[in-house]
């Protein structure tokens, strides 16, 4: 990694909401937010909504880069990337990410639909590692007191095993795909790293609660370890592929509990390099949705003007030619193949031990069955909203969140997000009898009143001419907003459109204190000052 940095570009990544492995990837190869691709979750609700199935490429809703590629005769591989299973017939190579699942049981064979084309099945399954295969040696650096486990009572060494069977895996497969042909794109994911932050980080980190325990003493080089060993990885695959390959490096920020209590905030990175590509310098404002707009940049094809990300043209040495095109989902047409391969029985097929809704009629009861799966599916409905709203798309967002007010337990989160979109769209006509009937039921309640609710009744007031309770308003918002630091960002500026410069410069300072990286609230307090 070191190396790579040294002749490229490195800088911090931020990921558009939701925070998930599915979602994240898909925006990875698509250049749109989950609102547009359509996978915010590992689970989808079927068409009548009576079941939660798991999300595959056939739910996605864009073209994924690799289609891209297919369409102007690239040829393109991918292995192993969330949510490419069943395998898509393109010009070129894809494993799914389901052959690298499964990998504890050699009983268990591939599932159909794994690999395009389907003759390179039996050469790939040759090379899938199970965890059975590891010897303790090979564990050795993760686990240097291994012996000292009761495994029958500690899973967490046949977790670590599993994980470094997958990753390995992984590399196996990539390194033999490589020379087969001459491809123009590669997309190689290695999961295993988001598994042992979640299970492995605090005693990586140890805080006072875990740095004395004895789970600590066993568990600290776990991380340190499997970093070492996919850097090993990286620089076997980076060998192999040449010097005029262009390598991209994406690490995406992950929802981590023990990162947020430790540093704040967290996010993900970004690493360029290449033989046109600056050397040892930074780059800012990079966003996962830039992944894909600059890959086709950097190949000479066009970007979709339906895409949400841009080019990082900063990058280059001499900034490459942007072509522009409406839409790469209607270039990428659909392939009759690819419908009759997401019908297979066992193409959506997946383990219990993973299963995103485990409910069964006979067990529950058809009634909560049916409440369990009517709850996942708003769940789904309204992370593909907050999705839209984040890249402002508000007045598509409009019509589920009408809905969701109604649905409990989103009433007042889906209330207060409409009346964002409403405030957004300037619908002042239909935000005043909103917020009336919000505070109205919460006060009858004796519930509390939001702090953004708290905003935007002074904004109104503000509108109406009245600047003085509007004022009134913004310091009972700030005082309720806690660190809410979009909330505080957003009063600053309202601050700011009144030339309350010393109001604003506090609401400014309380974000900064807290985020100091904070984008927005440094260009507030610049403005301010």
């Given at each position: 990694?070191?190396g790579l940095i040294?002749k490229?570009v490195i800088g911090?990544?931020?990921s558009p909401?939701?925070?998930?492995?599915?979602?994240?990837?898909t925006?990875?190869?698509t250049?749109?937010?989950?609102?547009?691709?359509?996978?915010?979750?590992?689970?989808?609700?079927?068409?009548?909504?009576?079941k939660m199935q798991?999300v595959?490429?056939?739910?996605?809703?864009s073209?994924a880069?690799?289609?891209m590629?297919s369409?102007?005769h690239?040829?393109s591989?991918?292995?192993a990337?969330?949510?490419?299973?069943?395998?898509?017939p393109?010009l070129?190579n894809?494993?799914?990410?389901?052959?690298a699942?499964g990998?504890?049981d050699?009983?268990?064979p591939?599932q159909p639909?794994?690999i395009?084309p389907?003759?390179l099945?039996?050469k790939l399954a040759?090379?899938?590692?199970?965890?059975?295969?590891?010897?303790?040696e090979d564990?050795l650096p993760?686990?240097?007191?291994?012996h000292?486990?009761?495994q029958?009572?500690?899973?967490?060494v046949a977790?670590?095993a599993r994980?470094?069977?997958?990753?390995?895996t992984?590399?196996t497969?990539s390194?033999q795909?490589?020379p087969e042909?001459?491809w123009s794109?590669?997309?190689?994911w290695?999961p295993?790293?988001a598994?042992f932050n979640r299970?492995?980080?605090?005693?990586?980190?140890a805080?006072?609660d875990?740095q004395e325990s004895?789970?600590?003493r066993?568990?600290q080089n776990v991380?340190n370890a499997?970093y070492h060993?996919h850097?090993?990885?990286?620089?076997?695959l980076?060998?192999?592929?040449?010097n005029d390959a262009?390598?991209i490096?994406?690490?995406?920020?992950?929802?981590s509990?023990v990162v947020?209590?430790?540093?704040?905030?967290s996010?993900?990175?970004l690493?360029?390099?290449g033989?046109d590509?600056?050397q040892?310098e930074l780059i800012?404002?990079?966003?996962?949705?830039?992944i894909?707009?600059?890959?086709?940049t950097a190949c000479g094809?066009?970007?979709?003007?339906?895409m949400k990300?841009?080019p990082l043209?900063?990058?280059?040495?001499?900034a490459?030619?942007?072509?522009?095109?409406?839409s790469?989902?209607t270039?990428?047409?659909p392939n009759?193949?690819?419908?009759?391969?997401s019908?297979?029985p066992?193409?959506?097929s997946?383990?219990?031990a993973?299963?995103?809704?485990e409910?069964?009629p006979?067990?529950l009861g058809?009634?909560q069955h049916?409440a369990?799966?009517s709850?996942?599916?708003?769940?789904y409905e309204?992370r593909?909203?907050?999705?839209?709203?984040?890249?402002?798309?508000?007045r598509?967002?409009?019509?589920?969140?009408?809905?969701?007010?109604q649905?409990?337990?989103f009433?007042?989160s889906?209330?207060?997000?409409l009346?964002q979109?409403?405030?957004r769209?300037?619908n002042i006509?239909q935000?005043?009898?909103l917020?009336?009937?919000?505070?109205k039921d919460r006060?009858?309640n004796d519930?509390?009143?939001p702090?953004?609710?708290?905003?935007?009744?002074?904004?109104?007031?503000i509108?109406?001419?009245?600047e003085?309770?509007?004022k009134?308003f913004?310091a009972?918002?700030?005082?309720?907003?806690?660190?809410?630091?979009?909330?505080l960002?957003?009063?600053?500026?309202?601050?700011?459109s009144?030339?309350?410069?010393?109001?604003a410069a506090e609401v400014?300072?309380?974000?900064l204190?807290?985020?100091?990286h904070h984008?927005a609230a440094?260009?507030?307090?610049?403005?301010?000052?």
């Amino acid at each position: 990694l070191s190396g790579l940095i040294k002749k490229g570009v490195i800088g911090r990544l931020d990921s558009p909401p939701p925070y998930n492995l599915s979602s994240m990837a898909t925006s990875i190869v698509t250049g749109k937010p989950p609102g547009l691709h359509g996978i915010v979750g590992p689970a989808i609700p079927s068409a009548d909504r009576s079941k939660m199935q798991p999300v595959t490429s056939a739910h996605r809703e864009s073209a994924a880069v690799w289609n891209m590629f297919s369409t102007r005769h690239r040829r393109s591989m991918a292995v192993a990337w969330p949510v490419s299973h069943p395998a898509e017939p393109i010009l070129g190579n894809i494993v799914s990410n389901r052959f690298a699942q499964g990998l504890m049981d050699r009983r268990i064979p591939m599932q159909p639909a794994t690999i395009h084309p389907q003759p390179l099945n039996e050469k790939l399954a040759e090379f899938r590692i199970f965890a059975d295969e590891l010897k303790a040696e090979d564990l050795l650096p993760l686990l240097p007191l291994g012996h000292e486990i009761d495994q029958d009572h500690d899973p967490r060494v046949a977790f670590c095993a599993r994980l470094m069977s997958q990753t390995a895996t992984v590399s196996t497969c990539s390194q033999q795909l490589l020379p087969e042909e001459r491809w123009s794109l590669m997309a190689i994911w290695f999961p295993a790293m988001a598994s042992f932050n979640r299970r492995f980080l605090k005693f990586h980190l140890a805080d006072s609660d875990t740095q004395e325990s004895n789970d600590h003493r066993l568990y600290q080089n776990v991380l340190n370890a499997a970093y070492h060993y996919h850097d090993l990885l990286l620089g076997q695959l980076i060998q192999q592929t040449g010097n005029d390959a262009t390598v991209i490096l994406v690490s995406p920020v992950a929802e981590s509990p023990v990162v947020k209590k430790r540093f704040g905030e967290s996010h993900g990175m970004l690493v360029i390099s290449g033989s046109d590509i600056h050397q040892d310098e930074l780059i800012h404002g990079a966003n996962l949705l830039d992944i894909t707009p600059t890959i086709l940049t950097a190949c000479g094809l066009p970007i979709g003007k339906d895409m949400k990300g841009r080019p990082l043209l900063d990058a280059w040495q001499v900034a490459p030619q942007v072509d522009m095109i409406d839409s790469w989902d209607t270039q990428a047409e659909p392939n009759p193949e690819q419908e009759e391969i997401s019908r297979h029985p066992n193409a959506t097929s997946v383990s219990a031990a993973t299963r995103p809704v485990e409910s069964d009629p006979q067990q529950l009861g058809q009634d909560q069955h049916d409440a369990q799966v009517s709850r996942a599916a708003d769940l789904y409905e309204y992370r593909r909203t907050k999705s839209l709203m984040h890249n402002g798309l508000y007045r598509n967002a409009i019509s589920n969140l009408e809905r969701l007010a109604q649905v409990e337990p989103f009433k007042v989160s889906a209330t207060l997000d409409l009346a964002q979109c409403l405030w957004r769209l300037r619908n002042i006509e239909q935000l005043e009898p909103l917020i009336d009937q919000f505070v109205k039921d919460r006060g009858s309640n004796d519930g509390e009143i939001p702090a953004y609710i708290i905003l935007l009744q002074g904004r109104l007031k503000i509108i109406q001419g009245d600047e003085e309770a509007g004022k009134s308003f913004l310091a009972k918002a700030a005082s309720a907003a806690n660190q809410d630091h979009y909330l505080l960002t957003q009063i600053g500026e309202t601050y700011l459109s009144l030339r309350e410069a010393e109001h604003a410069a506090e609401v400014f300072r309380r974000v900064l204190a807290e985020h100091p990286h904070h984008a927005a609230a440094h260009l507030g307090y610049g403005r301010c000052l």
